[in-house]
């Protein structure tokens, strides 16, 4: 089984700063892992993934995300926020191996990105 | 190129009734699955359709129970309604030769009073 803890539930920031969002997961295999990002009243979009090979990941709006095996983490970076990036984050595991566990996601329990000017 | 699209948006419903979500997958895609998020929540696995059956179940009672229909589309029932059912209900689908990207539609809002 797996699980995911995220790490914050709110990060307030100014706009134009840094901001990592912290995310860990624990399972006994090897899992895809993923970031989706909610705006208000809306469903979820894929912001980025890390199935295999480089382990930095990059979307095309500027965030990045490493995964690091040794400690469990797949923490969410932007170098630079805008207001725009107000939303809901939630990290996401799912099982690499088990073809049978296609579409099955063990979310975390979000994280409230929220940017002042 | 249509993404996921779920139907109704919104919807209200009485303690004890019934309800039945819609869900069209994304062109090409195959498998279906279905999660509920209750607010101030992460999405909650309920189950997977597949070749119209289903294929896995997360921690969800009876009440909830579903179908997919040959052109991959699918339905979310939930019988006798309790307030706690309350929730954003969000399908996704992918392609399960292919399975590790998954789209999610706008979801359905269910309020049940």
């Known amino acids: 089984a797996q699980s995911v803890t995220q790490l914050d539930s709110q990060v307030p920031v100014f706009e134009e700063a840094p901001v990592e969002l912290r995310c860990n997961y624990s399972?006994?295999?090897?899992?895809?892992l993923f970031w989706y990002v909610q705006y208000p009243n809306q469903g979820l979009q894929l912001l980025l993934k890390?199935?295999?090979?480089?382990?930095l990941v990059k979307s095309i709006n500027g965030f990045e995300a490493e995964f690091n095996k040794s400690q469990t983490s797949f923490h969410l970076r932007k170098p630079s926020v805008h207001i725009s990036d107000t939303a809901e984050y939630f990290c996401?595991?799912?099982?690499?191996?088990?073809?049978?566990?296609?579409?099955?996601?063990?979310f975390g329990q979000g994280t409230t990105l929220q940017v002042k000017p | 190129d249509a993404g996921v699209t779920q139907s109704p948006t919104h919807l209200i419903k009485t303690r004890g009734q019934q309800v039945t979500l819609r869900c069209s997958p994304k062109?090409?895609?195959?498998?279906v699955s279905w999660y509920q998020q209750a607010l101030g929540q992460g999405p909650q696995f309920i189950f997977q359709?597949?070749?119209?059956?289903?294929?896995q179940r997360g921690n969800f009672p009876d009440r909830f129970s579903g179908h997919q229909f040959p052109n991959y589309s699918s339905e979310l029932n939930v019988n006798a309604l309790l307030l706690g059912d309350s929730a954003l209900y969000l399908c996704?689908?992918?392609?399960?030769?292919?399975?590790?990207?998954?789209?999610f539609g706008e979801g359905s809002w269910l309020t049940v009073v």
């Open positions: 996704a689908s992918s392609l399960r030769s292919a399975g590790n990207t998954i789209y």
């Open positions: 399972s006994s295999v090897s899992v895809y």
């Open positions: 890390y199935l295999s090979g480089s382990t």
């Open positions: 996401a595991v799912s099982d690499q191996k088990d073809s049978s566990n296609t579409g099955k996601l063990i």
């Open positions: 062109s090409g895609h195959d498998t």
């Open positions: 359709y597949y070749e119209e059956e289903e294929r």
